[in-house]
């Protein structure tokens, strides 16, 4: 897998001071957990093709957030589609016995999870600090995924 921090690190600095204020209102996805080097998504969001990485997989980085209305998913993988800066994310409604339904696919910024070494090295202030804390926002009106300045229509999705 390429580095792609530095490009991360300039988007960062260049939009979220730009979205912040919009989004003071909106709800934040809280980390949950990374799969590195897998070649089969344990939480299922991805089939198996998708996770074309390179010898030893790929790694999935996660996001949720949880609510009174549902359980919200933000799923990313680093994989052969990553661009210098974004990577194939899919933000994911889960249901009742867990029914997985994707509400926005598509690419979006790479993150570096806090269980990431790069992490550590990052400011613990400003836009950059704010973006690595919380990368993905859902509006207010649950209508829109925020992830930096890239915003997405959430959608009623398909199974």
């Not at 204020?21 to 709800?27: F, G, K, V």
């Not at 790929?58 to 680093?78: C, F, M, N, P």
């Not at 994911?92 to 990431?116: A, E, K, N, W, Y």
């Amino acid at each position: 897998m390429r580095s792609h921090a530095i490009p991360l690190l300039a988007a960062a600095f260049l939009t979220a001071g730009a979205v912040a204020p919009a989004c003071a209102a909106d709800a934040a996805f809280a980390y949950k957990t990374t799969y590195r080097n897998v070649e089969h998504d344990p939480d299922k969001v991805w089939a198996d093709d998708a996770l074309a990485g390179g010898p030893g997989g790929a790694t999935i980085h996660e996001y949720e957030l949880r609510s009174a209305k549902g359980d919200l998913l933000v799923s990313q993988v680093w994989n052969d589609d990553c661009s210098s800066s974004t990577c194939p994310t899919r933000l994911v409604r889960i249901g009742p016995g867990g029914r997985r339904t994707v509400l926005v696919d598509d690419m979006m910024h790479q993150v570096i999870p806090p269980d990431d070494p790069r992490f550590a090295g990052l400011s613990k202030t400003g836009p950059a600090a704010a973006f690595a804390e919380h990368p993905f926002l859902l509006s207010a009106d649950g209508k829109t995924l925020v992830n930096g300045d890239f915003k997405f229509e959430v959608g009623a999705g398909k199974p």
